[in-house]
């Protein structure tokens, strides 16, 4: 059984940083893509980037380049989001996903999924 499980989340203040965790299993974790996606409040679930499995390539939505990184240590089967500069726009449930084909910015892409954590920025 596949499982993914984010952690990391919480409050912040606008311009801090936080750094959430994907941790998984029951998956051979570095033959997957692993996107990072977030769903504000009222609003429908967004991309905001990913890395591959194989040269750990990256690509961000444009909303957070420069100040989100992503990055992944195979022998911990986690995936890492550091998040920077935080606004309050940046305020979600993220979520992490594994994903085998496809473009990777799109959800349909990702076969996995986990339940999110919620990030907070105040002012």
């Known amino acids: 059984q596949v499982q993914l499980v984010e952690s990391g989340g919480g409050l912040v203040q606008a311009g801090g940083s936080l750094r959430l965790s994907c941790t998984a299993s029951g998956l051979t974790f570095s033959t997957y893509t692993m996107g990072w996606f977030r769903r504000p409040p009222g609003k429908e679930r967004e991309f905001v980037g990913y890395i591959t499995w194989r040269a750990g390539s990256t690509d961000y939505a444009d909303s957070v380049k420069g100040r989100f990184t992503i990055s992944r240590d195979n022998a911990k089967n986690t995936v890492y989001l550091q998040m920077n500069s935080l606004k309050l726009e940046d305020t979600a449930v993220y979520y992490c996903?594994?994903?085998?084909?496809?473009?990777?910015?799109?959800?349909?892409?990702?076969?996995?999924w986990g339940q999110g954590t919620q990030v907070t920025v105040s002012s």
């Open positions: 996903a594994a994903g085998y084909v496809g473009f990777f910015r799109r959800s349909a892409d990702y076969a996995y």
